[in-house]
């Protein structure tokens, strides 16, 4: 994207060239059937990679996995350049890069059934790498190209109650923009983890994680049909 892009560029432009992408990939994949397995991506929002919120995730896309013809990804997002002002047409600094594009691409696939938004809880609340995401995600409303998608929201805080419940209806009241169906585990709105001592110790929360990305793929496939 370049880096003098403005409001109008931004919010027409891109999303038509992201848009024909998803189009024509999407045209492709109908003449061949159904095509290919239901997608079910995983995006990590914690600015530390591979750490506790990877680890939730991974738990999810395994819960995913149970489910007959799901395929599974998982993004992380720390240490990617995502500006969230560029949804507000400001433009990047010279020689900014922007590592968002590469994201939406993988988000418009044509068999992508549905995504489970991870993030740390930060004072009660999402990242602002993970604000910053949803905020670029402005490129799918404009062409709606999530609307009908399946979204699941997982939360890690440092403390049993942590303010994971709060900043996963935060993620949700966000989605709810994009018109896409919420999953969340049955009896929750999402999946809470605790990250004392690390998540992989948290077998409650992390078998929560397993039943939201279950849940996530089941209704993505429920949907397909």
Do not use: H
Request: with cysteine; aromatic share 4%; net charge positive.
């Amino acid at each position: 994207m370049a880096d003098n892009v403005t409001r109008r560029v931004f919010l027409g432009a891109a999303p038509a060239a992201l848009a024909a992408t998803a189009v024509t990939a999407a045209a492709a994949d109908k003449d061949s059937g159904k095509g290919g397995s239901t997608k079910i991506i995983a995006i990590s929002c914690s600015p530390r990679k591979g750490k506790n919120t990877a680890t939730a995730l991974t738990e999810c896309l395994a819960g995913a996995k149970e489910v007959k013809g799901v395929q599974t990804e998982l993004i992380e997002l720390g240490g990617l350049d995502i500006d969230g002002s560029l949804a507000a047409g400001i433009a990047l600094p010279a020689g900014r890069k922007d590592d968002f594009p590469p994201v939406a691409k993988a988000l418009s696939d044509p068999n992508l059934g549905g995504i489970i938004i991870g993030t740390p809880v930060y004072f009660s609340s999402m990242t602002s790498l993970c604000k910053a995401f949803i905020e670029r995600l402005m490129v799918f409303y404009k062409n709606k190209g999530l609307v009908g998608k399946v979204a699941g929201v997982l939360a890690v805080g440092g403390a049993r109650n942590g303010g994971q419940e709060v900043t996963i209806r935060s993620v949700q009241d966000s989605l709810f923009c994009f018109d896409m169906i919420l999953a969340g585990t049955g009896r929750r709105f999402g999946a809470a983890v605790w990250s004392k001592g690390g998540a992989a110790g948290d077998k409650d929360g992390l078998g929560e994680a397993r039943k939201l990305g279950r849940r996530v793929a089941e209704t993505a496939i429920a949907l397909k049909k």
